[in-house]
C-alpha cells in the first residue's frame, strides 16, 4: 500500500518534484472529506470510506517514515515536509505518533542497529511535533528512556503499575460495618468543642463512648480520628494525652495507626506536617508508645542515613582537594558540567526526614530521653548539621542553664531576655550550680558540637559560664578538688569538642572571639596550646563542613598573600583580620609556612597583623612554636655549616612579632629553655632575636669605635649612642619580657642553661657537626648570653636580681658555671648591692665633704665584696691564692669599664647630635608649632639627662679609682719561697691565664676592659707587677690563643690587642709621654727584687730607646705568629688571624718590612683561597685593600728604633750591645717570601751575614766609648780590628759550605734562638756600666762572694734538673728527641749568651721568650709534616748565629747522649764554671781598664753554662698544653740566682783570662762532641771550628 501511495521516483527526484508531490498528496488525503450532511446516522459506507483515507495518510506518513529509516531520504528533509504536513489537520500529531508506535515496534525487532538509530533520531528531530504526553503513551518506555523523554525505563514501569494497580485492582470498602455518618459527625464535633471551660478529658471520654455505642462506630477509627483533631489542635496537650490513655487499651494498635499516618507521607514529594511530629513526641514523652516500635515506621532507614553521610564526607574532601590542587582550563569545563548535574539531582526533593522531624519535636518538647536515643543510631554530628535540629538544641540548653547563667554568667549590667522553663516534668531539670552542669548540659554541647554556632548567644552564655567556673576554681581552698578537677577538665573538653569548632563555622565573628579569649586567659599555656594543637590537626578532619572550611580558608589565605605588598598592608590585613576571626590556626599555618620561605614578607606580615583578636594573637604564638618545633624541618643548611634559613625567617619574625602585638612569651621562652635542657643550642637563635627587639638589646661584634666608646657610659648614652638601630619605644615590650621571665621563673635558668651549652657546643654536639657550624653555635650561644644577662642587668630591680642569682661560688661549684658567666651574672649585683649600701651610709651619716664619700663607698665596697672574696677562693686550687690575692681576682672580674674611665667624647658627641637636632627642628618651617615644641622639650630633657649620667659616673670613677689606690697594695703577693723574678713570672702567668684571657674575649666592651685594666694597674703603680713582662707575654706568641678563638672570640682579641698596642704605640711615639707614664714607674723595672720597688733607681729602669727596640720585637713577633697562622692552611687559623689583623690595623704593621711581609703573604692566602674557600677569600681581600692604604703609615725600620752606623767591634767575644741589637730582628723579617731555592738562599744569606756583622760591630762598640770610666775602651777596639775582620771571613766562609749543605729548614728552626738573641740585649750593657761606676771598690769583694755562692746553688740546680729531664727524655722516640732537644737547646744557648748583655729586659723577656720557645718545638713537632716550611721564609742573620754557634751545638750534640754521659759533660762544665771564677776574681785586682769586655765574656760563660744544664729540660714537655707550668718553675729557679748576679755584673772584671778560659773550655767540648754528633751536623762542627779558633 504505501508503495502505491509514495512512488520510488519521488525518493529519488525528492528536491526536484518528489517533496510538492508528497505534499500534495497528503493536502488531498486530508482535504477528502466527507460532505456537511452526512451525520452520524450515516451508512455504514461512509464510515469505511473516511476510515480509508484515515489510513491511507498514516501509510503515506509511515512510507516516508521507511524511506528515512533505509537511509534514502535525508533526516532533515522528512522533518521539514512532516513540518509542513502538519499543518493539514489538527489531530496530525496523533496520526504521527501513531506511525512512530508501529515503527517502534518493527525496529526494535530487526538486528540492524543502524535502523533502530535512524528511528531514533526521526523521532528526536520530530519532538517539537508531538507533544511529550501522547509519545509517552505509545512508545515503549526504552525508546522514551533514549530518546530522554524519561529518565529510567524501570521506573517508569513501576509506576504504571502501580497507577494500574490503584485505579483497576485497589477495593473500595465502604461502611463494611453498617456505620452512621452521623454518628462520626457527631464525634468529630465533641472533639473540636471549645476547651477552656470544665469540659475535662474524662467527660468528654464518656460522650465518645455513647457515640460508639449509638451509631456503631469502628473504635480504631475513632481513635484515628481523635489524633487527628489532636494533630489540629496540637496545642492541647493537656487535654489530649489524658484522653488518649484513657481510651486506648493497647499500645501497639496506636503505634500502628501513627505509623500508617506517618506512611502517608513517605511519598516523593510528601512533606510530614510538624503537628504529627508534635503528636507522636508528646505520646513518646509520656511513654504512650515505645520508641522502637515507631522507629521502624519511620524513613529514611538507618543505612541510607550512613551512605548519605560518607557521601557527605567524600564530596567535602574532593572540594578541599579541587580548591588545593591546579586545575587546567579544559578540565574546568568538564567539572562545571558534573557540578551542573549534581545540582540538577539535588534540586529533586528528598523523602522527608521523619527520623529527624520527630527529633526536632522531642527536642522542642524537652525530651531529651528520646532524643537522645534517635541521635544516637545516626552518625556523630549527621543529626545536630541540620539546622532546625541544632536550633531546638540550644533551644533546650538556654532553658537548661538559665538559673546558672544568671547567678554565674551574667556581666554586670547586662540584664538579657529571660528563657521561660518548659512546663513538661519530665524535661532536664534546670542547672543551679556548676556540678549540675555534668548531669545533662555537657553532654548536650558533645552532640552539638561545631553546630552551636547556630546560636551564638549560648556560644557567649557558654563561655560566660566557664570563667564564672575558673573564678571559682582560682579561688578554691582545695577543698573539693577532686571535684573541680573534673569540672575543669569537662570544661576543657567542651572547649575543644564545641566551642573552637563552632568558632570556626562562625563567619567572622570577632565577639565571639574575644569573649572566648576572656575564658582562654584564665587557662595555662600549657593547656591553651594543647587546645590550639587539636584544633588545627584533628578537629578540621572530624565533620565534613570543617573539611570545607578548612580548604576555603587556605584558598583565602592563598590569594591575600600573594597580593600581600608593603604598600597595600591595610587592606591585605583587614582581610587576614576578617579570616583569622574563625580560622587563626589554619591560615597562620598557611603564613608561616610561606614567611619560612620568603623572609621579605615577614615587614609586610608582622603590619598586616594589626586587626587580629586576642585570641588570634595567643594562636599565632602556638603556631610559631609549632613550627619552631617542627621535627621534619632540618635546623641546618645541607652543607651543614649555616643554620637553615627557614630558621632565621622564623625567628626574625618572633622578635617583630613578640616586639609589636601584647602577646605572651612563656610559651616561646619555655621552649628555648626545653630545647637547651635537652642540649639543642639552634633556638638560641630566637632568644637572641627576642631580646634584641623587645629590650632593644643588640649584639654587634662590628661596633664602630664610637659606639664602643658609648657602651661604656650609662643606660642613656648606651641607648643613644651604643647600638646600630635607635632604640625606641622598647619600654612596655621589655617589661613584658621582663615579666614573662620571672612569672614563670625562667630568668636565671636560662642563663645557666646558656652558660653551660657554650661547652656543650663543643663537646656533646660538637662530634657530628661540621667545625664552622660548632663555631657558629658557640658564638650564638655566647652572644646570647651576654645579650640576655645585659638585658636581665638593665631590667630587673635589685631585690629581683639579687633574689635569683646566686652568690659565684654556687653558681660555679654547684651549677657549674663557667667562671666568666658566672661573674658577669654576678657583677650587676655587686654594682646594685654596693651602690644601696653607700646610699645606706650617706643616709645614716650626714655629711657631703667628698672625702667623706669616698669613705664611705670604699666601706660600702668592704661590705659588699668581703664575702665575695671568700667566696672566690674556692674556685681556684690553693697554689693560685700563693701569687695573686682573692680580692684582686674578685676586684678584676666586678669591675667594668664604666667603672674604670668616663666616655667624655661619647657624651659631647651625643650632646652636640641633640643640639644639631635641635637646631634643624627650629630652621624647619613645615613642623606644626606644639609638633616643634614637644619635639625640642624632648631633646632638651635628653640632653639633661645625659650630662647629669656623665656627671654622675665622673664621680663614681673617681670614688672607684680612689678605692683601687687604696687597695692594690694587696693585690699581688710577693712569696719569700721563690726570686723577684719567678715571683713575678708566676704572678703574671696566674694573672692572664685567669683574668686576662677569659675576659678579653668575652665580649667587646670587655677586651676594651682588659686592656685598661692593665694599663690602670701600671698607673697604679701597683707592687710586683711587671708591665712590661705583662705586655710582653701578650705579644710573644698568638698563635695557640688566635687559633683556639671562634670567629666572633677573634674579633674581640683582636680589638683586645689593638687597645694593647694602641697603649705601647703611644708610650713609642714621644719620649716624653714614655717619660712621663712609664720612666719612673715599677711596671718598667728590668733588675727585679722580691722586696720590689724600691723607689726608683734609674738604673734599673727600662729608657725609652730600649723600649723601642723591645716594640720592634713585639711586632716583629706579631707578624712571625701571622704568617704562621696563615700558612698552616688550616680553616680556622687562617679566618681568625685575618680577623685578628684587621682589627689592629690601626696599630699594627707600622715597620715597613714587616708589612711587606704580610702583605706577601695574604696576596697568597687571596690566589690560593679564591675557589676553593671564598669566604676566606672575601676576608683575606678586604684585609689586603685596608693593609695597602695603611702602608703611607709605615716606617722604615731604622726610624721605627734607632740603628746606629757601624763602628769598629771592641773584641772578638763581645756580643752586640748597643741600643740597635735589640731591632735586629728586623733584618731578618721578610717573612711573607714563599720558599726559594738553595743557591739563592746561600748568597742572600751570605750578603746579609756580611752587612750584619759590620752593623754589629760597629753600633757594639759606641757604647763602651762614652760609658767606659777609664777611656780605654777605643784602643782595645783598635787592637782588635784584625781579629773581627779575619772572624767575619772565616765565618763567610763556613756558613757557606753548611748552606750548601743543609736543608733550608735548619735555619728556620734556629730561628727562635736568633729571636731570642735579638730580643734581650737591648740597654743592659749600659746599665751595669752604670752601676759599676757608682759602686765603691770596698764593695766589690762582697759582689764577688754573692756572685760565686749563687753560681753553686745554681750548678746545683741544674744538675738536680739534669736528672730527671733524663728520665723523661727516655719515654720520648729519638727522632722526636734530637728535633725537640736541638730546638730548645739552640734557644736556650741563645738566651745564655744574650743574658750577658745589659739587663734592660732580663726578667721579662727571657721568661716569656722560654715560654714561646717551648710552644713553638710542640707546634713544629706537630706542624712540620703537613706545612714543612711555614717558617721557611724568616732569614737568618748568620752574623748573630756565628756568636751564638758554640753554645748552639754544644747544646745540639748533649741532646743526644744517653744519661750517663750527660752527667759526666755537665759535671765538667759546673767545674770548669767554678775555675773560671776562680780566675776572674785574680785577675780582677789587675786589669780595669778592660771593664765591658770582661763583664760581657763571663756573663756570657755563666749563661751558656746554666742554660746548657737546663735546657734539654726544657724540651721535656709532652703537650703545648702542659708546657708552660713546668717551664715557669725552672725558669724562675734559674732567674734566681741570674737577678743576684745580674747586680754582680756591675762591677770591673778581668777580661782577657776569662777570654782565654772561654776558648779553652769550648776547644774541650767541641773535641768532645764531634765525636758523638749524629748524621747532618758536620758542617755545624766545622763552623763551631772556626768561631773557636778566632777566639
Known amino acids: 500500500m504505501a508503495a502505491l501511495v509514495v512512488p520510488a521516483d519521488w525518493i529519488r527526484n525528492w528536491e526536484k518534484s518528489g517533496k510538492n508531490e508528497f505534499l500534495q498528496l497528503c493536502r488531498n488525503l486530508a482535504e477528502s472529506k466527507p460532505s456537511d450532511d452526512v451525520t452520524l446516522r450515516e451508512s455504514s459506507a461512509a464510515t469505511l470510506e473516511r476510515k480509508q483515507e484515515h489510513d491511507d495518510i498514516q501509510a503515506a506518513l509511515y512510507e516516508l517514515a521507511w524511506q528515512v529509516i533505509k537511509g534514502n531520504l535525508k533526516l532533515d528533509q522528512a522533518a521539514s515536509v512532516l513540518n509542513d504536513v502538519m499543518e493539514f489537520r489538527e489531530d496530525m500529531s496523533s496520526i504521527l505518533a501513531d506511525v512512530f508506535c508501529i515503527l517502534d515496534i518493527e525496529t526494535g525487532c530487526l538486528e540492524e542497529k543502524n535502523k533502530r538509530e535512524h528511528f531514533t533520531q526521526l523521532v528526536g528531530a520530530c519532538l517539537v511535533l508531538v507533544p511529550d504526553t501522547v509519545l509517552k503513551e505509545r512508545l515503549d518506555p526504552e525508546t522514551l528512556e533514549s530518546l530522554g523523554l524519561i529518565k529510567q525505563a524501570q521506573q517508569f514501569n513501576q509506576k504504571i503499575v502501580k497507577i494500574k494497580t490503584k485505579l483497576f485492582y485497589k477495593q473500595q470498602k465502604f461502611n463494611l460495618l453498617r456505620e452512621e455518618n452521623e454518628g462520626y459527625a457527631k464525634l468529630i464535633t465533641e472533639l473540636g468543642q471549645d476547651l477552656s471551660g470544665n469540659i475535662t478529658s474524662r467527660l468528654v471520654l464518656e460522650n465518645i463512648k455513647s457515640l460508639i455505642g449509638c451509631f456503631n462506630l469502628d473504635p480504631n477509627r475513632v481513635l484515628d480520628i481523635i489524633l487527628e483533631v489532636y494533630e489540629c489542635r496540637s496545642d492541647q496537650d493537656e487535654f489530649f494525652v489524658p484522653l488518649i490513655k484513657s481510651y486506648m487499651c493497647e499500645a501497639q494498635t496506636l503505634c500502628h495507626i501513627l505509623g500508617f499516618k506517618f506512611k502517608f507521607y513517605q511519598e516523593p514529594n510528601g512533606e510530614t506536617p510538624s503537628s504529627l511530629y508534635h503528636v507522636a513526641a508528646a505520646l513518646l514523652q509520656h511513654n504512650l508508645i515505645e520508641l522502637g516500635d515507631l522507629y521502624v515506621h519511620l524513613l529514611p532507614m538507618d543505612p541510607s542515613i550512613l551512605e548519605e553521610h560518607k557521601r557527605e564526607i567524600t564530596e567535602a574532601k574532593q572540594i578541599a582537594r579541587k580548591l588545593t590542587m591546579v586545575v587546567v582550563p579544559s578540565e574546568k569545563t568538564e567539572e562545571k558540567d558534573k557540578e551542573?548535574?549534581?545540582?540538577?539531582?539535588?534540586?529533586?526533593?528528598?523523602?522527608?526526614?521523619?527520623?529527624?522531624?520527630?527529633?526536632?519535636?522531642?527536642?522542642?518538647?524537652?525530651?531529651?530521653?528520646?532524643?537522645?536515643?534517635?541521635?544516637?543510631?545516626?552518625?556523630?554530628?549527621?543529626?545536630?548539621?541540620?539546622?532546625?535540629?541544632?536550633?531546638?538544641?540550644?533551644?533546650?540548653?538556654?532553658?537548661?542553664?538559665?538559673?546558672?547563667?544568671?547567678?554565674?554568667?551574667?556581666?554586670?549590667?547586662?540584664?538579657?531576655?529571660?528563657?521561660?522553663?518548659?512546663?513538661?516534668?519530665?524535661?532536664?531539670?534546670?542547672?543551679?550550680?556548676?556540678?549540675?552542669?555534668?548531669?545533662?548540659?555537657?553532654?548536650?554541647?558533645?552532640?552539638?558540637?561545631?553546630?552551636?554556632?547556630?546560636?551564638?548567644?549560648?556560644?557567649?552564655?557558654?563561655?560566660?559560664?566557664?570563667?564564672?567556673?575558673?573564678?571559682?576554681?582560682?579561688?578554691?581552698?582545695?577543698?573539693?578538688?577532686?571535684?573541680?578537677?573534673?569540672?575543669?577538665?569537662?570544661?576543657?573538653?567542651?572547649?575543644?569538642?564545641?566551642?573552637?569548632?563552632?568558632?570556626?563555622?562562625?563567619?567572622?565573628?570577632?565577639?565571639?572571639?574575644?569573649?572566648?579569649?576572656?575564658?582562654?586567659?584564665?587557662?595555662?599555656?600549657?593547656?591553651?596550646?594543647?587546645?590550639?594543637?587539636?584544633?588545627?590537626?584533628?578537629?578540621?578532619?572530624?565533620?565534613?563542613?570543617?573539611?570545607?572550611?578548612?580548604?576555603?580558608?587556605?584558598?583565602?589565605?592563598?590569594?591575600?598573600?600573594?597580593?600581600?605588598?608593603?604598600?597595600?598592608?591595610?587592606?591585605?590585613?583587614?582581610?587576614?583580620?576578617?579570616?583569622?576571626?574563625?580560622?587563626?590556626?589554619?591560615?597562620?599555618?598557611?603564613?608561616?609556612?610561606?614567611?619560612?620561605?620568603?623572609?621579605?614578607?615577614?615587614?609586610?606580615?608582622?603590619?598586616?597583623?594589626?586587626?587580629?583578636?586576642?585570641?588570634?594573637?595567643?594562636?599565632?604564638?602556638?603556631?610559631?612554636?609549632?613550627?619552631?618545633?617542627?621535627?621534619?624541618?632540618?635546623?641546618?643548611?645541607?652543607?651543614?655549616?649555616?643554620?637553615?634559613?627557614?630558621?632565621?625567617?622564623?625567628?626574625?619574625?618572633?622578635?617583630?612579632?613578640?616586639?609589636?602585638?601584647?602577646?605572651?612569651?612563656?610559651?616561646?621562652?619555655?621552649?628555648?629553655?626545653?630545647?637547651?635542657?635537652?642540649?639543642?643550642?639552634?633556638?638560641?637563635?630566637?632568644?637572641?632575636?627576642?631580646?634584641?627587639?623587645?629590650?632593644?638589646?643588640?649584639?654587634?661584634?662590628?661596633?664602630?669605635?664610637?659606639?664602643?666608646?658609648?657602651?661604656?657610659?650609662?643606660?642613656?648614652?648606651?641607648?643613644?649612642?651604643?647600638?646600630?638601630?635607635?632604640?625606641r619605644n622598647t619600654k612596655k615590650s621589655s617589661q613584658r619580657l621582663k615579666d614573662a621571665l620571672l612569672d614563670h621563673e625562667l630568668a636565671l635558668p636560662l642563663c645557666l642553661l646558656m652558660a653551660q651549652q657554650r661547652n656543650g657546643v663543643v663537646f656533646l654536639e660538637g662530634g657530628e657537626k661540621h667545625l664552622k657550624l660548632v663555631g657558629k653555635l658557640y658564638d650564638q650561644c655566647h652572644d646570647t648570653l651576654v645579650q640576655f644577662g645585659g638585658f636581665l642587668a638593665s631590667n630587673l630591680s635589685t631585690e629581683d636580681y639579687i633574689k635569683r642569682v646566686p652568690s659565684v661560688d654556687i653558681l660555679c661549684n654547684q651549677f657549674h658555671t663557667p667562671h666568666d658567666a658566672a661573674f658577669f651574672l654576678s657583677r650587676p649585683m655587686y654594682a646594685h648591692q654596693i651602690l644601696s649600701k653607700y646610699d645606706e651610709l650617706k643616709k645614716t651619716e650626714k655629711g657631703n665633704r667628698q672625702q667623706q664619700k669616698v669613705h664611705k663607698y670604699i666601706a660600702a665596697c668592704d661590705l659588699v665584696m668581703a664575702p665575695v672574696h671568700d667566696s672566690v677562693v674556692s674556685l681556684h686550687p690553693p697554689k693560685v691564692w700563693d701569687d695573686i690575692s682573692p680580692q684582686f681576682y674578685a676586684t678584676f672580674w666586678s669591675l667594668t669599664m664604666y667603672d674604670l674611665a668616663v666616655p667624655h667624647n661619647a657624651y659631647n658627641r651625643e650632646v652636640n647630635k641633640l643640639k644639631v637636632q635641635m637646631k634643624a627642628i627650629d630652621e624647619n618651617p613645615e613642623m606644626p608649632p606644639n609638633k616643634k615644641k614637644k619635639e625640642k622639650e624632648r631633646c632638651t630633657a635628653l640632653q639633661d639627662k645625659l650630662q647629669e649620667e656623665e656627671k654622675k659616673q665622673l664621680e663614681h670613677v673617681q670614688r672607684v679609682l680612689q678605692r683601687l689606690k687604696l687597695e692594690k697594695d694587696n693585690w699581688l703577693l710577693a712569696t719569700v719561697c721563690f726570686s723577684a723574678e719567678s715571683t713575678k713570672n708566676e704572678t703574671i702567668t696566674k694573672f692572664l691565664q685567669l683574668c686576662i684571657f677569659p675576659r678579653c674575649i668575652f665580649s667587646a666592651i670587655d677586651a676594651v676592659y682588659c686592656a685598661r685594666f692593665v694599663e690602670l694597674v701600671h698607673q697604679q703603680r701597683t707592687p710586683n707587677f711587671c708591665t712590661l713582662l705583662c705586655y710582653d707575654r701578650v705579644f710573644s706568641d698568638i698563635i695557640y690563643t688566635v687559633a683556639s678563638c671562634t670567629e666572633n672570640e677573634a674579633r674581640r682579641y683582636g680589638r683586645f690587642l689593638c687597645c694593647m698596642l694602641d697603649t705601647v704605640t703611644r708610650w713609642h711615639s714621644d719620649r716624653a709621654i714614655y717619660e712621663k707614664e712609664c720612666g719612673n714607674y715599677p711596671g718598667f723595672l728590668t733588675i727585679l727584687r722580691a722586696t720590689g720597688f724600691d723607689g726608683g733607681n734609674k738604673a734599673d729602669q727600662l729608657d725609652y730607646e730600649n723600649f723601642r727596640h723591645v716594640v720592634h720585637k713585639w711586632h716583629y713577633k706579631l707578624t712571625k705568629a701571622s704568617v704562621h697562622c696563615l700558612e698552616t692552611g688550616e680553616y680556622t687559623h687562617i679566618r681568625n688571624i685575618l680577623i685578628v689583623l684587621t682589627k689592629i690595623l690601626l696599630c699594627y704593621p707600622k715597620v715597613l718590612n714587616l708589612g711587606q711581609a704580610l702583605e706577601r703573604r695574604v696576596h697568597k692566602i687571596c690566589l690560593e683561597e679564591k675557589e676553593k674557600r671564598p669566604d676566606l677569600y672575601a676576608l683575606a681581600m678586604g684585609y689586603s685593600g685596608q693593609l695597602k692604604s695603611r702602608k703611607p703609615y709605615m716606617v722604615p725600620e731604622n726610624e721605627f728604633h734607632h740603628k746606629e752606623l757601624p763602628v769598629r767591634n771592641t773584641g772578638p767575644t763581645t756580643v752586640q750591645n748597643g741600643p740597635g741589637s735589640a731591632g735586629k730582628p728586623a733584618s731578618t723579617t721578610s717573612t711573607g717570601k714563599p720558599e726559594e731555592g738553595a743557591s739563592e738562599e746561600n748568597e742572600k744569606s751570605k750578603e746579609k751575614s756580611q752587612s750584619a756583622a759590620k752593623a754589629a760591630s760597629k753600633t757594639n762598640n759606641t757604647t763602651p766609648k762614652v760609658t767606659t770610666s777609664n777611656g780605654n775602651g777605643a784602643t782595645n777596639s783598635t787592637k782588635l780590628i784584625k781579629e773581627k775582620e779575619d772572624k767575619d771571613k772565616s765565618g763567610k766562609e763556613k756558613n757557606k759550605e753548611k748552606k750548601e749543605k743543609t736543608p733550608a729548614a735548619t735555619p728556620e728552626a734556629k730561628a727562635p734562638g736568633k729571636e731570642k738573641q735579638k730580643e734581650e740585649r737591648p740597654g743592659k750593657e749600659e746599665k751595669t756600666r752604670e752601676t759599676k761606676e757608682k759602686t765603691p771598690k770596698s764593695e766589690k769583694e762582697k759582689f764577688k762572694k754573692d756572685e760565686k755562692a749563687s753560681k753553686d746553688d745554681k750548678a746545683k740546680a741544674s744538675g738536680g734538673e739534669l736528672k730527671s729531664s733524663a728520665e723523661k727524655e727516655r719515654e720520648k722516640e729519638p727522632s722526636k728527641e734530637r728535633d725537640v732537644a736541638k730546638e730548645a737547646k739552640t734557644k736556650e744557648s741563645s738566651k745564655g749568651e744574650k743574658a750577658a748583655v745589659a739587663g734592660s729586659l732580663k726578667s721579662p723577656v727571657p721568661r716569656s721568650e722560654s715560654s714561646e720557645s717551648e710552644r713553638e718545638q710542640k707546634r713544629r713537632k706537630l706542624d712540620t709534616h703537613p706545612s714543612p716550611s711555614h717558617s721557611s721564609t724568616v732569614k737568618d742573620n748568620l752574623n748573630e748565629l756565628k756568636d751564638s754557634a758554640t753554645k748552639h751545638y754544644t747544646n745540639h750534640s748533649t741532646a743526644t747522649l744517653s744519661k750517663s754521659k750527660e752527667r759526666e759533660v755537665d759535671k765538667k762544665d759546673m767545674e770548669k764554671s767554678r775555675d773560671r771564677s776562680r780566675e776572674r776574681e785574680k785577675k780582677e785586682r789587675k786589669r780595669d781598664h778592660s771593664n765591658s769586655d770582661r763583664e760581657v765574656a763571663q756573663e756570657l760563660k755563666r749563661r751558656k753554662d746554666e742554660n746548657g744544664t737546663s735546657s734539654s729540660k726544657h724540651s721535656k714537655s709532652e703537650s703545648p698544653s702542659n708546657s708552660p707550668q713546668p717551664n715557669e718553675k725552672e725558669k724562675s729557679k734559674s732567674s734566681k740566682s741570674s737577678s743576684k748576679e745580674k747586680s754582680d755584673s756591675a762591677k770591673p772584671e778581668k777580661g782577657s783570662s776569662g777570654g782565654k778560659k772561654e776558648s779553652r773550655h769550648d776547644k774541650e767540648k767541641a773535641e768532645k762532641k764531634e765525636k758523638r754528633e749524629s748524621t747532618g751536623a758536620k758542617e755545624d762542627k766545622k763552623h763551631h771550628k772556626s768561631s773557636d779558633k778566632h777566639r
Not at 642 to 671: H, N
Request: with cysteine; proline share 5%; charged share 25%.
Open 340 to 727: 551542573k548535574e549534581k545540582e540538577e539531582e539535588k534540586n529533586e526533593k528528598p523523602p522527608d526526614n521523619q527520623k529527624l522531624g520527630l527529633l526536632e519535636a522531642l527536642l522542642k518538647i524537652g525530651d531529651w530521653q528520646h532524643a537522645q536515643s534517635i541521635m544516637d543510631q545516626m552518625p556523630s554530628f549527621y543529626a545536630a548539621s541540620h539546622k532546625s535540629i541544632a536550633v531546638a538544641l540550644c533551644q533546650l540548653l538556654h532553658i537548661t542553664i538559665e538559673p546558672l547563667y544568671r547567678r554565674a554568667g551574667v556581666p554586670k549590667g547586662a540584664k538579657g531576655a529571660l528563657n521561660r522553663p518548659l512546663k513538661s516534668k519530665q524535661a532536664p531539670k534546670p542547672a543551679e550550680a556548676f556540678e549540675d552542669l555534668r548531669k545533662e548540659v555537657f553532654t548536650m554541647l558533645c552532640y552539638l558540637g561545631p553546630h552551636l554556632s547556630h546560636d551564638p548567644v549560648l556560644f557567649a552564655k557558654i563561655v560566660r559560664l566557664g570563667k564564672g567556673f575558673m573564678k571559682e576554681y582560682q579561688n578554691d581552698k582545695q577543698e573539693d578538688k577532686d571535684r573541680m578537677d573534673t569540672l575543669l577538665s569537662c570544661f576543657l573538653s567542651i572547649t575543644d569538642q564545641v566551642l573552637l569548632p563552632s568558632l570556626t563555622l562562625m563567619d567572622c565573628n570577632a565577639c565571639m572571639s574575644e569573649e572566648l579569649w576572656g575564658l582562654f586567659k584564665m587557662f595555662p599555656y600549657q593547656h591553651r596550646y594543647r587546645l590550639y594543637g587539636q584544633w588545627k590537626n584533628e578537629t578540621y578532619n572530624s565533620h565534613p563542613l570543617l573539611v570545607k572550611v578548612k580548604a576555603q580558608t587556605v584558598d583565602r589565605a592563598k590569594y591575600i598573600m600573594k597580593r600581600l605588598t608593603k604598600e597595600n598592608v591595610k587592606p591585605s590585613g583587614r582581610q587576614i583580620g576578617k579570616l583569622s576571626h574563625s580560622n587563626p590556626t589554619i591560615l597562620f599555618d598557611y603564613m608561616l609556612s610561606q614567611i619560612q620561605w620568603y623572609d621579605n614578607l615577614i615587614t609586610p606580615v608582622v603590619d598586616s597583623l594589626k586587626y587580629l583578636t586576642s585570641l588570634n594573637y595567643d594562636v599565632l604564638a602556638y603556631c610559631i612554636i609549632e613550627a619552631l618545633a617542627n621535627p621534619e624541618k632540618e635546623k641546618m643548611k645541607h652543607d651543614d655549616t649555616t643554620i637553615s634559613a627557614w630558621l632565621q625567617s622564623l625567628a626574625s619574625l618572633c622578635g617583630s612579632v613578640f616586639r609589636k602585638y601584647p602577646i605572651e612569651l612563656a610559651g616561646l621562652l619555655q621552649y628555648v629553655t626545653n630545647q637547651l635542657k635537652a642540649g639543642k643550642s639552634f633556638d638560641l637563635l630566637i632568644l637572641k632575636e627576642v631580646v634584641q627587639k623587645m629590650a632593644g638589646i643588640e649584639i654587634a661584634d662590628e661596633m664602630t669605635q664610637e659606639q664602643l666608646e658609648a657602651m661604656t657610659g650609662g643606660e642613656q648614652l648606651k641607648a643613644e649612642g651604643g647600638y646600630f638601630g635607635q632604640i
